[in-house]
């Protein structure tokens, strides 16, 4: 229960419309940025959930100033959604930069996210995701260059990273600082090191260390890892003094995960547990946006696919008509599968445990001699100009 009240947490925005040149966010939280899942379909699902601020699926800086087709389309926004926010991944200042002024020069987003987080081995191998602030110059010239291409159009940048590459190499409280240093308006961190993966819960505890490391600057820290209620989102803030919290897995099959939220901010007693029937009427409109996400009917429906047994979790449906649920290729067929659903009130316990990614703590893959010297400046030849991953 939330013993005071939480502070709407600001967003300066001065690139047009917003009000006194801020977005103000009554309910201090943020869908976290998933590849493969935060398209603007499933953006426009939780926005309608309740309030918050929605970042879109990975996107690489190369890919953007290359124009890949696939690229442009994840940066479009959802109708009506208001700020438009991308998460950029990037390796090297320049092409960053570059992106970033396209991206402003064209009007295509009001807040910017660098991902340093991602602690895929394909990524880390070759230097880049959650590797990267280990080399600490490379990292500050990085966000330098975001802050410096975006300022002058009002833009915020903000980024989002692990606690480190693992125990022995811990990197946020320096890069938190360096990113401070540069201008970002906020610092994310997702509670584990890269080396732990999904594994595990996450250690709030250095959430709280950060907040206290950033105080004097001023710069807000948001906390990531482990949200699966409204509830838990309270009881972060109010353990570690973050000013917002970043939501991932938590709304994989739950988008009214946001609605919780609201409501639990809010010091409101009323959970949102929608009953089989309500779920399935999420479920088709999720489909119906995600048609117009993709243009196309089958593309839609297949991506929807890993999306079923995230919403059906804790419910009581026949094995059969679940896996048949995992095929479906139109609207007509899901609407024939969804009407067979018998109402049912919601599985509370078994809908708010963990769900999506749980992949176990490995060493983390680095260059050759990564570890050598923070200082130096690698040259990271990551082909980084494909989206997602
Ligand atoms: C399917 C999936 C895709 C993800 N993709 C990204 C990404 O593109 N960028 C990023 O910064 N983090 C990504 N993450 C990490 C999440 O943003 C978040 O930090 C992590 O899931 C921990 O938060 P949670 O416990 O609320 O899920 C991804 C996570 C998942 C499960």
Redesign the pocket.
Known sequence: MLTKPVSPLRLPISNGGFANNEVVLDTPVVL??????TNSAFRTLCREQGAGLFVS??VTARALIERHPETMRLITPGEGETPRSV?LYAVDPKVVGLAIKMLMEENLADHIDL?F??PVPKVTRRGGGSALPYKRKLFSEIVHASVKAAAPFGVPVTV?MRVGIDPEHPTYLEAASAAADAGVAWVAL?ARYASQM?EGK?DWSVIAKLVEHLAPTGVPVLG????WSGADGVRMVEETGCAGV?????CLGRPWLFADLVSAFNGESNRAQPTLFEVREIMFRHAELLVTFFESEDRALRDLRKHMAWYLKGFSVVRELRAQFGMVSTLAELRGLLDQLEDQPYPTAVAESPR??NSHGKPVSLPANWLDDPDEIPAITIDDSVSGG
């Open positions: 976290a940025p998933m590849a493969g899942i699926e990975m998460q991902n987080g991602c989002k997702h999904y996450a990531n890892g482990d949200i970043v939501v991932g897995r938590g999506g990614r």
